[in-house]
Every structure is written in structure tokens, then in C-alpha cells.
């Protein structure tokens, strides 16, 4: 062990030694039952002689804060503190104590869940089946990119490595009708980082920012930490109601493929007519393409993106649904029209993190490459279909209680619940005693009504038989 002790060469060496680690003492960071260095090894470190050592560990067991413990060496004793330390003071008031409080009340809710143990049998929502991941050909390509990035730099650009940005820009326009190239692509550590620069660069203090209502609430949090005046706009089976747009509004965020997290589409019809409002107030649109790869009702319908063609419309997707969200990359595809905003989305990059994780950008660029990505989504497709299914047909004998929000595609679904005397979140904190992960649309804003999110991506399908036969249970 490597004490910090400094020693000032032009004062009594010994008395320095004894006030410093009669400190490290008192303030804790030596705690109780740490064995000190030996004497002689201290002595080396800091140029001093071993029996100045010596007589400073004497005085410090003289004082009971340190014991010799024979052929073992010595210990910091459990009574450190001396009684007649001071009791320790309050730090004084900090200038920004009023920005530190606020940041401190801003909404999380997401964050009870994902530091509460998954139940047994559970519903939540946006985690992928940990077993789909492609372990195999990961690390294949894994380990190719870290030959490759031997050779060179392992930093990916602000941007994001031109590889990947290649194969993103072929895949949305393949599989989302999305009218981009490369150049138009910036990856980004999640969909989170591109909602927090997009959020960052559009909407200061006072502004006005609409968000679909119910939501995604960390998007919530980042307006508000802002300080922008947020628009809830309510939604109904045709998705959002641009009629209740506000005036005046530079951002609108939108799920227009999977509504969050009620989960139906946004029509055509109201699609045009966001982007004429877009097009009438030169607002920027956007789009969270968040899981829209998993369709299983309908006609594919093209993104909001591929629709626009005035360059008001920003489209986020993000690798944590259909991968892994530890993997941490996302993107945002910026309008060809607009480069002063592509630029200055860079900018605003390259100050929050310099560049990316290379690597396993590099893994991904040829992962996607040789086709991996899409074969992963044809089997997920299915896996969360034959799921999708045996959660719909497990819900009619619950009809009395529950009915499910249709929804054309992602890994999860919405279910209304219509109890004369119970409600949701009452629901979720019985089911926990029964090993039954549920969670309520309340948890997504009060417009969503009285309801369940149940997620696909981490019940299967044993466990889904028991998790619905318990839940039947609970509400008979």
C-alpha cells in the first residue's frame, strides 16, 4: 500500500509524518482495520529514515489510534477518532447550492426501475432478450477491430467511424425509408446523447419545446433541466393531435412509429400535416425510431423522415433495442438541408465527449456489414412475435379487467386497465410479492390514463404462461 504523504525536506521530517497520518486517521480515509505500511517500506517512499518511522507509528499507538499486532504488523484501531475531535462542521453554502437543487429534482422515474432487481417474471419494458445477443459473431468481429485499431488510432471521430456511418445510412433507408447518406449520420453514445444534444443546441431557457403526451420522461428531464416551457399534446388511436400544437414551439419530439408508450401509429394523414405545421412555424421535428424494427401488424409504413422534404424532421434510432443497451451507440441522421445544424451538432459533440468508443464502433461497422444485423433482427423479429402472440391470447380471459392498446410494432405493449377498485400502481406493488415484474403507464404521465406497460424483451415463453397465470390470479 502506497500512502499520498508529502514531506517538506526544510521542516522536522518527523513531526510532518505524525500530522499527516494522524489525519488520514481522524478524517476516515485510513479506516478501521487498515494495515499501515511496513517501516521500512514507508521509509523508502519517502526518503526518510526507518527510525523516524518507527517512532511515529510509537506515538500514534501511545495515542490509540494505531496497534501493533506481533508478526502481523499495524492496524488502524476500530476507536480512531480521539473524543476530543471537534464534531465535524457543515461545508459552507456553495454559490450554485440553487442549480445543484434544481438538477436534483428533476424527474427520473426510469431510474427507480433500473436500480430495482428484475422480478422473476418480468414486464419491463425496452430490454432486449439477453439471449438473442450474438455472442459468437460479437466477439468474432470484436477481436478483428481490435487488430484493426492496433494498427491506428482507436478514436472514432465526433462524428462517428465512417464505416458505420456507411452501414447505418444503407440500413434505415433499406428498413425505414429514411432519405440520407453517410455524411448525414453522427453516432452517438445512445439515443439519450443525441436527445441531449438535439435538446442542448434547439430550446434555451424559456422556450417552448411539445412533446407527445404521455412520454418518454427522461426527454422530460432534459427539456426541463433546460429550463424550456414544455407543451404536453395529447394523442389518441391516430397518434399525435397536431390540431393542439402550440404556436411558437422550436421543437415537437415524437414517436410516430410505436407511440411511447402507448404504442400506436401515427396515421398518413396526420404525419402531412405535422410536417406543413413544421413547415409553417420552422420548428424541427424529432423523430424516436426507437424500436420500429419489430413490426408485426400492417403494411410497412415509411418513416416521418422519408416524408419530409423541407429538412424539418431529425431522426433518432438507437442499437439498445435491438442489441444491447449496454453497448451504448445511437445515432441521429440530420436533414441533407441542413448542414449549419449537422455542423453545430458536432460541435456540441466533440466538447461533451471528444469522440467515441472506436471499437465497438468498428465491431458494429462489420458486424452490419457482412449482414450479421440483419439476420440478428430476423430472429429477434420472430422470437418476440411467437411472444407478442401468446401475451395477446393470454390477455382474453383477463378482458374484464385489462384490454390491449393495438399496436403495429415494437417489443412491448400497452394495456388499459378498467377495475372498479384498483389501479395500476396499487397492481405493480401486489404483483412484486408474487415475483411479477409490472409497471404502470402513470409512470409516463397521468395522460397515458390507468394502465400496464409489459414488455417482451425479458419474459419468455414459460415464463409468460406463469407470469399471466399469476396476474390472473391477483386481479380474480
Known sequence: MELHLVIDPARPR????????????????????????PTRLLAQQLGLARQTVAEAYERLALEQLIE???????????????????????????ASAARLQA?????????????????????????????????ADWRRHLHAAQRQMSEGSAHAPPAGLPAL???????????????????DVIVTQGAQQAFD?????LVGPGELAAVESPTYPPLLGLLQAQGARIARVPVDDQGLDVAQLPAGARLVYTTPAHQFPLGMAMSVARRRALLAWAAREGALLIEDDYDSEFRFEGSPRDSLQGLDREGHVVFVGSFSKTLAPSLRLGYLIVPSARPELREALLHLKHLADMHGPGLQQAALARFMAEGGYRRHLRRSQAEYGERREQLLQGLRPLARWLTPVRAEAGFHLAARLHHPTLDAPQLAA??????????????FGEAGGDGLVLGLGRIDGPGLRTALARLGELLA
Do not use: K, M, N
Not at 14 to 37: D, K, M, V, W
Not at 115 to 134: N, Q, V
Not at 165 to 180: L, M, N
Open 103 to 135: 438538477a436534483r429534482a428533476l424527474p427520473v422515474p426510469l431510474l427507480r426501475f433500473v436500480e430495482t432487481p428484475l422480478a422473476r417474471y418480468d414486464f419491463i419494458g425496452g430490454s432486449p432478450e439477453p439471449r438473442l445477443f450474438p455472442h
Open 165 to 183: 456511418r456507411e452501414a447505418i445510412a444503407e440500413q434505415v433507408s433499406y428498413a425505414r425509408g429514411v432519405r440520407c447518406q453517410a455524411a
Open 14 to 37: 518527523g513531526e510532518q509524518l505524525l500530522r499527516q497520518l494522524r489525519g488520514l486517521i481522524a478524517s476516515g480515509r485510513l479506516t478501521a482495520g487498515t494495515q499501515l505500511p
Open 430 to 443: 401486489l404483483a412484486r410479492r408474487l415475483d411479477l415484474g409490472l409497471y404502470p403507464l402513470q409512470a
Open 197 to 201: 444534444l438535439l435538446v442542448r443546441l
Open 68 to 94: 501493533a499486532r506481533p508478526g502481523r504488523g499495524s492496524f488502524v484501531r476500530a476507536e480512531s477518532t480521539p473524543e476530543s475531535a471537534p464534531p465535524p462542521q457543515a461545508p459552507a453554502r456553495l
